[in-house]
Each structure stands twice: as structure tokens, then as C-alpha cells.
């Protein structure tokens, strides 16, 4: 099995490269983890995972300047259904728009937009501090996710962003945060999956979780 992590140039990839080739070595079949701009990679490669930080409109360009790589990734995930997942802006980037200075469209791959945090009231009536950085809470939706197998409801897992996926259709929700909203922290479909935190920083929670991707088979 090989997984393909995708470089757009859009941050550093050392961190999930790294969380991914330590659970790989976990795994019962021990797959190979590249980090690649290559769109042909992604036809080898039988997972593919996209990252992202920054802002939705520049990690949109970012992909789009790749050659090829937004067809790739259109024929290998939703056409040949192969298993995909999402990191924080790459989460993001599955939604039908992201509204961040002005409105920019996404994959439109979930129906709905990514919109600003309303982190209103937090603590003693006082507005939180935007972006929500840090550890926070996982709230499972009734109906678990085989990714999040094994995650209690309520671990701690890390968080940084300003805006947040909110989908069209709720079942498309498997877990949500409490910061002064409730805010979607991961969402799924079929064969794709998408975190806002970022389980590559997320200790325990998130290597299990990345395992988890590894075994999955939608």
C-alpha cells in the first residue's frame, strides 16, 4: 500500500509526513509514504492525504498552479473512490466555497461553505480570541465514524484556524468543537474525510486516527 501526501506549497510538510510514517510502520501491511507534487503519483498511490494552512483562497491557487493536480485528484478520490483525507485547510478545500475575502470556489466536493468563526460568548461573556488555537474537544456524532474508531468522546485534539466547513448536510458532520459555537471538526463522505484540527500535532488521539485512515475501507 502506498499513501500519497500532496505538496502544493502550501506549509510545511515535515510534521504529517513524519506522523504518517510512524503509524505506517504500525500497520499490518506497512505502506509506502511519499510526499509528492507529482500528479502521477496519485494514480500509483491507493491513499491520498492533502494538508493545508493559510488561507482558503491561497491554498486554492496554490493547488490550482500545480499542472494536473486538481484533475488528478478529481479522477483518483471521486472518480476511482480512493480512500482521502482532508487536514485543516485541505478539509476545507472539499466544500463547495470558502468565504475569506470575497468568495472563492472549492472542490465542491461537500455541499456547503467555509465560514468565519463566531466564537460569541465564550467564558464570563467575553468574545474569544479568533484564530482558536489549541487544544479542544472532540464531540462525536451519534453515529461513529470507523476513522475515529477507538477516539473517546471528548478527547483533546489540536486546533488552528479561523474558519470552519459548514455543510449542507448535516450527517456529513462526524465530530464537532465547542468555542462558543458548535464547530465542525471533521467531517466524511463515502471515501473522503476531512479534520480541522490536525492530527499530525495531536499526540495520541491523532495517530490513532491517521492508523485508523491507514485500515480504513470504505
Same mark, same amino acid.
Given at each position: 500500500?502506498?499513501?500519497?501526501?500532496?505538496d502544493?506549497g502550501?506549509?510545511?510538510?515535515?510534521?504529517?509526513?513524519?506522523?504518517?510514517?510512524w503509524?505506517?510502520? #504500525?500497520?499490518?501491511?506497512?505502506?509506502?509514504? #511519499?510526499?509528492?507534487?507529482?500528479?502521477?503519483?496519485?494514480?500509483?498511490?491507493? @491513499?491520498?492525504?492533502?494538508?493545508?494552512?493559510?488561507? &482558503?483562497a491561497?491554498?486554492?491557487?496554490?493547488?490550482?498552479?500545480?499542472?494536473?493536480?486538481?484533475?488528478?485528484?478529481?479522477?483518483?478520490?471521486?472518480? #476511482?473512490?480512493?480512500?482521502?483525507?482532508?487536514?485543516?485547510? $485541505?478539509?476545507?478545500?472539499?466544500? @463547495?466555497?470558502?468565504?475569506e475575502?470575497?468568495? /472563492? =470556489?472549492?472542490?465542491?466536493?461537500? *455541499?456547503?461553505? !467555509?465560514?468565519?468563526?463566531?466564537?460569541? *460568548?465564550?467564558?464570563?461573556?467575553?468574545? +474569544?480570541?479568533?484564530?482558536?488555537?489549541?487544544?479542544n474537544?472532540? !464531540?462525536?456524532?451519534?453515529?461513529?465514524?470507523? !476513522?475515529?474508531?477507538?477516539? =473517546?468522546?471528548?478527547?483533546?485534539?489540536? &486546533?488552528?484556524?479561523?474558519?470552519?466547513? #459548514?455543510?449542507?448536510a448535516?450527517?456529513?458532520?462526524?465530530?464537532?468543537?465547542?468555542?462558543?459555537?458548535?464547530? /465542525?471538526?471533521?467531517?466524511?463522505?463515502?471515501?473522503?474525510?476531512? /479534520?480541522? &484540527?490536525? *492530527?499530525?500535532?495531536?499526540?495520541?488521539? $491523532? +495517530? @490513532?486516527?491517521?492508523?485508523?485512515?491507514?485500515?480504513? @475501507?470504505?
Amino acid at each position: 500500500m502506498s499513501v500519497a501526501i500532496i505538496d502544493y506549497g502550501s506549509g510545511n510538510l515535515r510534521s504529517a509526513a513524519k506522523a504518517f510514517a510512524w503509524a505506517a510502520v #504500525r500497520a499490518e501491511h506497512t505502506p509506502e509514504v #511519499r510526499v509528492t507534487a507529482d500528479p502521477d503519483d496519485l494514480a500509483s498511490a491507493d @491513499r491520498i492525504v492533502l494538508p493545508g494552512v493559510g488561507a &482558503f483562497a491561497d491554498c486554492m491557487s496554490g493547488l490550482e498552479a500545480v499542472s494536473g493536480l486538481r484533475e488528478a485528484l478529481q479522477e483518483q478520490v471521486i472518480r #476511482r473512490g480512493k480512500p482521502f483525507l482532508g487536514i485543516c485547510v $485541505g478539509m476545507q478545500l472539499m466544500a @463547495r466555497s470558502g468565504h475569506e475575502h470575497g468568495v /472563492t =470556489d472549492g472542490l465542491s466536493w461537500l *455541499p456547503g461553505g !467555509v465560514v468565519e468563526i463566531s466564537p460569541w *460568548p465564550g467564558e464570563n461573556g467575553k468574545r +474569544l480570541k479568533v484564530p482558536h488555537m489549541g487544544w479542544n474537544q472532540l !464531540v462525536m456524532s451519534s453515529h461513529r465514524h470507523p !476513522v475515529l474508531e477507538g477516539l =473517546d468522546d471528548g478527547c483533546h485534539v489540536y &486546533f488552528v484556524h479561523s474558519f470552519h466547513m #459548514r455543510p449542507d448536510a448535516p450527517d456529513h458532520i462526524v465530530a464537532t468543537t465547542d468555542y462558543g459555537e458548535s464547530v /465542525t471538526a471533521a467531517v466524511a463522505r463515502d471515501n473522503i474525510f476531512g /479534520t480541522q &484540527f490536525h *492530527p499530525e500535532k495531536s499526540q495520541a488521539a $491523532g +495517530l @490513532r486516527l491517521i492508523s485508523n485512515f491507514l485500515a480504513w @475501507r470504505p
